[in-house]
């Protein structure tokens, strides 16, 4: 387990060069769009492992700091959505993409943000509170934004959105926990693993997704990208600065930009792939593939800054 738990923490600490090499080698051998029809497979692993990692103290600050918590899972569905459709607008995206853009501002947060929370020094126990809370809370906020915003560009059946978020990412987050307090001992013997069971399959969701759109990239690639990084940059800023407003600590600060900022990009191509088509799927693919550079860039340029007491400063200067 030592040889396993080593190969998780290499997987995991370069990422994102395993996600850009896999969507190279996905746009050149197309016949790996057939990983397309695993997707919700794949979700429904990487969603199980979260529940395998998830404690009752996971689940502490709720009760003992909710407002800045509520807060945070609040942005995620308001900010996120708005921020998407903006830049959809902007960039007069069409119909199939643009839906793609806003299906992934209206996703709880990803799970590998609580990585990239820890790597910058940030408020981990509230950066899994969030992805958790926002996470439990997808089923009913997702369809319900969706089709308030989307409905005008393609046909959105919000309770079948609600199936698909229950059946990949609600049961088996709850099997996960059940498994975690009947199984504890077996479990943390499995847990070195998990990381790498989520690196594999988020890779094999990329793969399937651009290999799919092997054809649309090149016309609409670029367009998506600049989505992506748009809104994952607007994101970070405007969760950060909302932060600040509620006179959350500095570490808060950290913790709710990155929450906000970083999107589940494969719940998105999920949903996108099974409701709305292939090219709905892309801007997950490609969320994903920047959502792992921008993280540890944001995360390495925090780690190397010491976190500040923004109220002990304060009473220094008005001294």
Known sequence: MKTVASISRFAGKYFAFFVIAAAIIAYFFTGLSVLTGAINILLGLIMFGMGLNLRANDFAMVFKKPKIVIFGVLLQFTVMPLLALAIVWLLNLPPEIAIGVVLLGSVPGGTSSNVMVY????????????????????????????????????????????????????????????????FGRGVEKVTPALPLVSVTAIILIVMGVVAANAGNIIEVGLPVFLAAFLHNGAGYLFGYLLAVLLRASPAQCRAVSIEVGMQNSGLASSLGATHFGPLAALPGAIFSVWHNISGPILASFWNRRPLEDRHATDEKRSA
């Open 119 to 182: 790597l910058a020094k940030g408020d981990l126990p509230l950066s899994v509170s969030m992805t958790t809370l926002s996470t439990l809370f997808a089923p009913l906020a997702t369809p319900f934004i969706m089709y308030l915003v989307a409905n005008s560009w393609l046909p959105v059946d919000p309770w079948a959105l609600f199936v698909s978020i229950t059946q990949v990412v609600l049961l088996p987050i709850v099997l996960g926990v059940l498994c975690n307090y009947l």
